[in-house]
């Protein structure tokens, strides 16, 4: 592990960092100077050169890096990449509850919970990290990109692992609610178990012949605007669990980008969100025993927000 970074965060991002290697056995002698090294290093994803010129390396001193200092081996780095621009998601983030431990927030679809892939500015952890002051906010969960409600996380890392553990444990009851089509044939409720595997690659996970290890309660709550709202209870946390439980049943949720079939979608297509919302959460708090219990401020159908962000 690195150790702290002598830079603040940027856009709510930690700094990266590179370390050079102890040693290289089959390079007796190494690069003749740190600027040798970073290019060689960083050249593919970084201006390098640039970097160098506006002091935009530094070591764990702060220090600025020269690129004609000397190598030296086990040496840190750190610098905050370029970021790409990025279309600004629409819709509000609504704080449903904060305290000393934990935000619970209520997100809109189409916007990332975590930094990741072309979704760095535009997701929950970054925004609200600099809209709240708390730079070490972090999510205790998933949540996918296109679903839209309920989103805990802890303000410090310190109490990450007492919730985590609770997830972990299966200590936290969740519920959605998704609008989906009507099949008369089918009697509720229905509970579906299966095995779902995710393969490096693609989009859509995949049932296989291995023992359950996702397992969904499936309600019919009422009739509206000719679909149906369905109430979702996931016992387990696998990924598109509720999505691909749904779409087996022949009832795939409406607007989903992916079941069953996979859909071209434009980055900054934002008009049709998907109908899944994280509506309720109750657990009992790990640190005060306290009973919590949060609903979401969306209802189905979910409709786009783009109009509302113009």
């Not at 679903?147 to 444990?169: D, H, K, N, P, V």
Request: overall charge neutral.
């Amino acid at each position: 592990m690195p150790p702290p970074s002598p830079l603040p965060q940027r856009h709510g991002l930690e700094a990266a960092w590179v370390c050079t290697p102890d040693r290289d056995r089959e390079r007796p002698h190494p690069w003749p100077t740190m600027g040798a090294w970073l290019v060689e290093r960083l050249a593919e994803f970084v201006d390098v050169v640039g970097f160098l010129a506006g002091e935009r390396f530094v070591y764990q001193s702060g220090a600025p890096v020269d690129g004609t200092d000397p190598y030296c081996p086990h040496t840190f780095v750190w610098f905050h990449r370029d970021l790409a621009a990025e279309p600004v998601v629409p819709g509000t983030i609504h704080v449903v509850h904060r305290d000393a431990r934990l935000v619970v927030i209520d997100k809109p679809a189409f916007l990332s919970s975590i930094p990741r892939g072309r979704h760095i500015v535009q997701s929950v952890v970054v925004r609200l990290r600099a809209e709240l002051g708390l730079p070490e906010l972090s999510p205790l969960h998933r949540l996918d990109r296109v679903t839209s409600g309920l989103l805990i996380l802890a303000t410090e890392r310190r109490w990450r692992g007492a919730y985590q553990s609770m997830f972990q444990r299966g200590e936290i009851g969740k519920t959605y609610r998704a609008l989906a089509p009507l099949r008369p044939e089918l009697d509720f409720p229905v509970t579906v178990r299966n095995h779902l595997a995710m393969r490096r690659g693609q989009w859509q996970a995949e049932v296989t012949d291995a023992p359950a290890n996702a397992e969904s309660l499936i309600e019919l709550e009422t009739v509206l605007q000719g679909a149906g709202v369905y109430r979702l209870t996931p016992r387990t946390g696998r990924t598109h669990q509720l999505r691909m439980h749904m779409s087996g049943l022949g009832i795939p949720i409406i607007d989903d980008p992916i079941y069953p079939i996979v859909q071209p979608v434009a980055i900054d297509d934002f008009t049709r969100p998907l109908q899944l919302l994280a509506s309720g959460v109750s657990f009992t708090d790990p640190i005060d025993g306290a009973a919590r219990r949060f609903e979401s401020v969306r209802r189905l159908p979910l409709c786009s927000e783009v109009a509302a962000a113009g």
